[in-house]
């Protein structure tokens, strides 16, 4: 537990000043060590992921998109399509956001405690050509899903 071995000397010290109890110091030692834990797992699925990390939400531009569009966006942001296991397919002009649209989706669901793996359509298909020829598309299949 390396966020407790690395705090609890300053945790200490700063309990002593509170006088807060033995109880008050274990369990603030262990909140900060689950939340140092949480943002490690975080930042490892955005890396995992290959999503863009500059198409966020925050740089989303809802204005920009239908108002259609856009409510599919917010109710998309909800994640209740990851829980009924439904895949979500995006399409538009060249430029009309669809990639933003999707990284900005894709790091919410993230931030809520789920998986994503991001990729174009072109490369999806050359990765599983690629698993084919190499008899290994069970095994590609597997990872992805």
């Known amino acids: 537990m390396p966020t407790i071995r690395d705090e609890y000397e300053s945790a200490a010290g700063r309990a002593r ?3 807060s109890s033995f109880e ?10 689950l939340e140092a834990r949480r943002s490690s797992r ?4 955005l890396r995992e992921s ?10 989303l531009d809802l204005k920009r998109l239908p108002p259609k569009a856009a409510q599919q966006v917010r109710s998309l942001l909800e994640g209740d399509f ?13 430029g ?11 790091q919410e669901m993230i931030r ?6 991001f990729a174009s359509c072109g490369l999806m298909v ?13 095994g590609f299949l597997k990872k992805i899903s």
Do not use: W
């Not at 008050?24 to 060590?33: F, N, V």
């Not at 290959?50 to 740089?59: A, G, H, I, V, W």
């Not at 809520?112 to 793996?117: D, H, I, K, S």
């Open 24 to 33: 008050r110091y274990l369990l603030d030692l262990a909140e900060r060590e």
């Open 96 to 106: 009309s956001g669809k990639t933003h649209v999707a990284c900005a989706i894709g």
């Open 17 to 19: 000043q509170e006088t």
């Open 82 to 94: 990851v829980n009924r296991y439904e895949n979500v397919l995006i399409f538009g002009n060249p």
């Open 42 to 45: 975080i930042e490892r699925l």
């Open 50 to 59: 290959k999503l863009f990390m500059e198409k966020s939400l925050s740089t």
């Open 126 to 138: 050359q990765d599983l050509l690629a698993a084919k020829r190499d008899l290994k598309l069970r």
């Open 112 to 117: 809520a405690g789920r998986r994503v793996m």
